[in-house]
């Protein structure tokens, strides 16, 4: 083949494979739509666990070029309000808390028949199955209430009491259930009333007043950790403590030796997972899980790790 030949084929060559590039990624591109996920929870104005959630699924979102729409309310009517308030925008999928799945049921149905895709995360693990969602990321609370109770035992507590912030709230009754499951002593639940510490705090330090055979105490979020420390400490109680969830205070403590554990349900890869479930789904037909919940956790943080553990903490993924 004479050079001008030779170079008349390559250019031929190229123009065909550049065409064909061409008609391969022009279909894709006009195609191509942003989705819109919301992520609906039941999270507690002051709670900073949320924030953790929140970062995991905006990195999820950018990855995936999704718009996210993060709304929540701490009450089961209103949580269950929202839902059907995304339902009116129409958007591409929800990702929610089944925190109330009794009062979230119907407005759950509504979203499936409009044809809304829903996958589950951090509350509902033994419910999201029987209202047919796609999937379901976090920790199996049971089974973590288990392993805190397995390790109270061991630890030598006598008297436990839990110490829970939303009487109601599925998920949380399932964390005092499994240590009742698993711990040999005695354990009593008290219920205060959201987010007003000053009163935590009283009926906490009353509470280790009246028994002082108190001999343990697991929060079952980590902003109530430093509140009970500092109502053991004012009763003059000896009481040990452990808590669900973290937060940079609740290592500080823990690596000082304050607070025993943390259980960490790692809140950022539920954020994370939630959209990316979603997102797998619209663009592959994908689903995660085999049936199963994607579990997120628990990984205890203790005195021996919280210092490798404190790094991602202090840039809010822990």
């Known amino acids: 083949m004479t050079p001008m030949k030779t170079v008349t084929a390559l250019a031929l060559t190229g123009s065909a494979i550049a065409c064909s590039a061409a008609l391969f990624a022009g279909p894709a591109n006009a195609e191509e739509k942003q989705l819109t996920i919301a992520m609906i929870t039941h999270a507690q104005p002051g709670d900073t666990f949320w924030d953790i959630i929140r970062k995991g699924a905006n990195a999820a979102a950018k990855k995936d070029n999704v ?4 709304l929540a309310d701490p009450t089961a009517d209103k949580e269950a309000q929202l839902i059907n308030n995304v339902v009116q925008q129409h958007v591409d999928g929800i990702a ?9 049921a119907p407005a ?25 969602l796609l999937g379901y990321a976090g920790q199996d609370e049971t089974v973590a209430g288990r392993a805190v109770g397995e390790r109270l035992t061991n630890e030598g507590a006598k008297n436990v009491v839990c110490l829970d912030q939303q009487q109601g709230a599925v998920q949380l009754e399932a964390r005092c259930n499994g240590i009742k499951d698993t711990f040999k002593g005695k354990m009593e639940v008290l219920y205060v009333t959201g987010y007003d510490m000053p ?3 009283a009926r906490m330090q009353a509470k280790l007043q ?7 105490v697991v929060t079952l979020g980590a902003p109530f950790a430093p509140v009970v420390l500092d109502a053991v400490k004012a009763a003059g109680s000896k009481a040990k403590i452990g808590t669900f969830d973290m937060s940079p205070v609740a290592i500080d403590l823990i690596a000082k030796g304050e607070i025993q554990f943390a259980v960490d349900q790692q809140p950022y890869v539920e954020g994370y997972e939630a959209v990316d479930m ?3 789904y619209h663009t592959n037909g ?3 899980g085999g049936g199963q919940p994607v579990l997120t956790g628990p990984f205890f943080v203790t005195k021996d790790n919280a210092e490798a553990v404190a790094k991602f903490a202090k840039v809010g993924t822990r």
């Open 67 to 70: 718009k996210l729409i993060y």
């Open 96 to 104: 929610l808390t089944l925190a109330f799945p009794d009062a979230e």
């Open 108 to 132: 759950v149905k509504a979203a499936q028949a409009a044809g809304i895709p829903i996958v589950g995360f951090n509350a509902g693990v033994d419910q999201w199955k029987g209202q047919n």
């Open 199 to 201: 009163t935590v705090k």
């Open 210 to 216: 009246q028994d002082p055979s108190v001999d343990f």
């Open 278 to 280: 979603l997102w797998l």
């Open 286 to 288: 994908d689903t995660v």
